[in-house]
C-alpha cells in the first residue's frame, strides 16, 4: 500500500522484515514498525474525535491544542475549528528518535490515509 499527497506519504510493506512501514513529510521520511504505525494510528483517531467534539464550541478566532502519549509516540494536534496540522516525537525502546509534522491539510490526509489502510 502506497499513498501520498503535497507535505506528506505513507507506505506499507508487511513483507518487509523490520520496518515495514514508511511515514513522511515534505523533507523528511522516517520507517517504523507496524506496531509503531498503529499506534500512530490509534492516536490520530484520537486527536481528530477529540477535535470535532470541541471544534463546534471554539470561536473562528480561537485556537486550540491537544496532545497525546502512546509509546513510542507524543503527537500534537494544534489548529483551530477547521483546520490543523500535526507535530509529533518518536521515543522507540530501541534507541531511535524522531521529530516532524504534517502542516495543514496535509495532516488530515494522512489521518485520512492511515483510517483507510486498514489494520496493522
Known amino acids: ?7 506528506w506519504r505513507l507506505a506499507v510493506d508487511p ?19 507496524l506496531d509503531e504505525l498503529g499506534a500512530l494510528k490509534l492516536l ?15 470561536m473562528a478566532e480561537e485556537s486550540i491544542e491537544i496532545a497525546m502519549e502512546r509509546e513510542p509516540w507524543w503527537v500534537e494536534l494544534s489548529g483551530d475549528r477547521q483546520r490543523w496540522c500535526l507535530r509529533f516525537v518518536l ?7 524522531a521529530e ?4 495543514s491539510p496535509a495532516s488530515a490526509e494522512l489521518c485520512l490515509a492511515l483510517a483507510k489502510a486498514g489494520s496493522f
Open 44 to 58: 490520530c483517531e484520537r486527536l481528530q474525535e477529540q477535535h470535532l467534539a470541541i471544534a463546534d464550541q471554539l
Open 91 to 97: 521515543s522507540s525502546p530501541n534507541g531511535r528518535s
Open 100 to 103: 516532524g509534522m504534517w502542516p
Open 1 to 7: 500500500m502506497q499513498a501520498e499527497g503535497p507535505g
Open 15 to 33: 513483507s518487509r522484515d523490520r520496518y515495514q512501514a514508511l511515514i513522511g513529510g515534505q523533507d523528511w521520511a522516517i520507517e517504523l514498525s
